[in-house]
């Protein structure tokens, strides 16, 4: 287990605070892809969520919002920067001089934002509440199951859509477009959607996570239990489990069909 933080620990370069969460990875990924195109390093700290650390003054001074991920560049005076939309674009606007993760062209700047707005306001509250109803409510709320699953659907069909002629989101280029969306595509899974009936979005999934940058940064600051990959496995490791999945996955069919969902998209 690491050393609880307290505070900062570096005095130069990029310091990332995070935790191995679908909006953690974002920043973890994008640090790793750019020490390993540039050479940039940089150093973190576990800020576990489970011990509420991120509402502790010293971090919320740097993160008002209490949520991670925050980064501090150090050499910018100790410049703080939240959310995960705004750490991808200050990273690759300050420390990707040679473009190999955002863009240059105006329009394809734009569609990069867009994508991240998108899975800002979107994707990610979104596939959030289907983590919450399917997994972690107290109670079984069923309108809330079929409610938040079924949109996630919806928004994992636009992806999946949008990548039937395209290998990456914008430009046929890797960015931070994808990563954006990455991290949500990862769990899906565990969310309670079956990724393979999404297979444009399946091949995505499967060529950003060979890249070896990326595999790094999800391993910040530990890799988690969540990940397609890991999930696929544990049912196979695992009887025990692999019958509560089965039986979460009644239960969410029984919601959708409780109040008559069907599948569209867009």
């Known amino acids: 287990m690491s050393e609880r933080p307290t505070g900062l620990k570096a005095t130069k370069g990029i310091e990332l605070l995070t935790f191995g969460t679908p909006n953690g990875v974002k920043a973890s990924i994008i640090l790793e892809e750019l020490k390993e195109a540039y050479g940039k390093e940089y150093t973190y700290q576990e800020i576990n969520i489970m011990q509420n650390i991120q509402k502790e003054e010293w971090f919320t001074k740097l993160g008002p919002n209490g949520r991670i991920p925050v980064i501090v560049d150090h050499d910018q005076g100790g410049f703080a920067v939240q959310e995960g939309l705004a750490i991808l674009t200050y990273l690759t606007r300050h420390y990707d001089p040679d ?31 289907a983590n919450h109803f399917n997994r972690f409510a107290k109670e ?31 430009g046929d280029k890797y960015s931070i477009a994808d990563i954006a969306s ?85």
């Open 99 to 129: 473009h190999k993760f955002s863009f240059t062209d105006p329009l394809d700047v734009s569609r990069a934002e867009q994508w991240i707005a998108w899975q800002h306001g979107g994707l990610g509250p979104i596939q959030g509440q």
């Open 182 to 266: 990455f991290g949500w595509v990862n769990i899906l899974r565990f969310s309670g959607v079956d990724l393979d009936r999404f297979p444009n979005l399946l091949k995505w999934w499967e060529r950003i996570s060979a890249r070896p940058a990326v595999q790094k940064g999800l391993a910040i600051p530990q890799k988690g239990s969540f990940g397609n990959d890991t999930y696929l496995q544990r049912l196979k490791d695992d009887e025990e489990f692999a019958q509560q999945e089965k039986e979460l996955k009644e239960q969410i069919d029984a919601a959708k069909e409780k109040y008559g969902y069907k599948y569209s998209s867009p």
């Open 140 to 170: 079984r709320i069923q309108y809330g199951m079929q409610r938040y699953t079924g949109e996630t659907e919806r928004l994992v069909g636009i992806l999946d859509n949008h990548l039937k002629d395209k290998e990456y989101l914008v």
